[in-house]
């Protein structure tokens, strides 16, 4: 029997553009390729700017986890600067950040993945929903899509509780290098600690027993969509005078023994990915290739110690003892609502611990080394951020982002990144499921194919010779 094709594209209800092209045989995707089809710049758009424009403009990378790229940026630049962070401080960056989480932990479970498992009103944006596989009563199905329009509210709230701190939402203004340049007032505080409550009581109410439910409802999801059991995490919210303490453990966990991750272990491979080595002494530079032969995506695949790794909530539950199950779609969902709630109640927490008074910034003027790597974990999993600079310009940044690590392509041996094997061995039952079963796999990873790629026209990129210089940088491509 021949192999079938299934293309999903765009892959609906998830951040940015991402196609899923998958061989199925006797009913079982034999192969799959995923492809981000747009081209990220924000490397060259960093070039010559001064290295503090970082933490604004790297915020624009996306706009449902920016103060990810903020609050990593801005690590970058109390290392840059030798800053020195104040113990309220970071108790607001954290409050900040943790806000984030939770509005992007939010929408994802009830906007994007809900839809695949309850049967929505037949009305706008939900017209025409692909029900066959729909397993809850009537009861539920309506208790569920109320909790829908409950979610908006909840996640406009922690987006204001970002913003009473941020200035704004998405891109905040205040979580800086130094420290956080708001005032952390009696009135804001107050304001944020109702705002956490509500917010902790919608997680307690809807969001907790509808992870449950989904779960017994769909418990062979359990068994569809497993990876191959290897994660990776960069540690979450950070402590101390230098950033130096994660309150969140980082690790590398492969075969039941977790290390601690080293960012000079880390490469990026190109072999299928749209890019090809540029003529350099080096050989560490790449150019964009949109019509390189055997390509499949812009995005470039990320290696540790030439393996691939999954990131993500589920690693970071499993790597920090929060967790204990599997590797499967419903165990990414799953963790994903226990990380929900773990990070509610610190933020909460956190607030109740923060000591009003003026805001809690001291930057220094003159940078002390010319280069810093800085890490952090994101939404979706491990986010790094790096920059060489001169003076204080920029003259190479680079971003590896949680969606590179998840959606990478296949290595130059042939190796799957972890949605491509998670997809890989799925029996599509029947015609009616070949978009349902990988759909519902993909978005437990909650791609965010717009911190993978970004579009730019090539006239507008730097020369040739300014492209991804790698010198002094672990990050090169094989």
């Known amino acids: 029997m021949s192999k079938q094709k299934i293309l999903f594209s765009p892959v609906t209800r998830m951040s940015g553009l991402l196609t899923a092209e998958l061989a199925v045989e006797h009913g079982i995707v034999a192969e799959a390729d995923v492809s981000g089809t747009m081209f990220r710049g924000f490397e060259y758009i960093m070039r010559d700017r001064h290295i503090t424009d970082a933490v604004y403009l790297t915020q624009r990378i996306c706009g449902i986890c920016s103060t990810a790229h903020g609050a990593v940026a801005s690590y970058l630049l109390d290392s840059l600067y030798d800053n020195d962070i104040g113990e309220n401080a970071q108790y607001l960056r954290n409050i900040m950040f943790g806000a984030d989480f939770l509005q992007n932990h939010i929408r994802h479970f009830y906007f994007f993945g809900l839809p695949d498992f309850v049967i929505m009103p037949n009305e706008p944006p939900f017209l025409n929903q692909n029900c066959f596989d729909c397993r809850l009563d009537d009861s539920d199905n309506r208790r569920l899509s109320g909790h829908y329009i409950e979610a908006v509210k909840a996640a ?27 005032a952390p007032t009696a009135d804001k505080i107050t304001q944020a600690l109702a705002l956490i409550r509500d917010i902790l009581d919608f997680i307690r109410r809807c969001l907790l027993p509808d992870t449950d439910l989904i779960a017994k409802c769909y418990g062979d999801y359990y068994h569809i969509g497993e990876t191959s059991g290897r994660f990776l995490s960069f540690g979450l919210f950070r402590f101390g005078g230098k950033n130096e303490h994660e309150l969140w453990r980082p690790g590398v966990l492969n075969d039941n023994r977790l290390t601690r991750p080293k960012v000079d272990l880390i490469r990026e491979d190109i072999a299928n990915a749209w890019f090809e080595q540029a003529e350099s002494p080096t050989k560490e530079e790449t150019l964009p290739a949109p019509r390189k032969p055997g390509a499949y995506t812009w995005s470039k695949a990320v290696l540790y110690r030439g393996r691939h790794y ?3 909530p589920l690693a970071r539950m499993l790597i920090n003892g929060f967790y204990s199950g599997g590797t499967s779609t419903m165990d990414r969902i799953v963790a994903r609502t226990i990380e929900t709630h773990l990070i509610a109640e610190l933020v909460e927490e956190w607030l109740q611990k923060l000591r009003p008074g003026e805001p809690p910034v001291s930057q220094k003027k003159e940078t002390v080394r010319d280069q810093a790597i800085a890490v952090t974990d994101a939404m979706r999993g491990a986010l790094l951020h790096c920059a060489r600079i001169r003076g204080q310009q920029v003259e190479k940044y680079d971003i590896i982002t949680p969606t590179a690590w998840n959606f990478s392509p296949k290595d130059h041996r042939g190796n799957r990144g972890p949605a491509e094997t998670a997809l890989v061995g799925t029996e599509i039952l029947s015609p009616e499921l070949k978009y349902v079963i990988p759909g519902r796999i993909i978005r437990s990873f909650d791609p965010c194919i717009s911190c993978a790629t970004h579009l730019v026209e090539k006239r507008h990129l730097p020369a040739a010779h300014n492209i991804h210089d790698s010198n002094k940088f672990p990050f090169t491509s094989i």
Not at 158 to 172: E, I
């Open 156 to 182: 406009e709230k922690s987006h204001q509780l970002l913003a009473l701190f941020g200035g704004k939402a998405p891109h905040q203004h205040s979580f800086v290098h130094g420290g956080v340049a708001a």
């Open 310 to 312: 999954e990131g993500g």
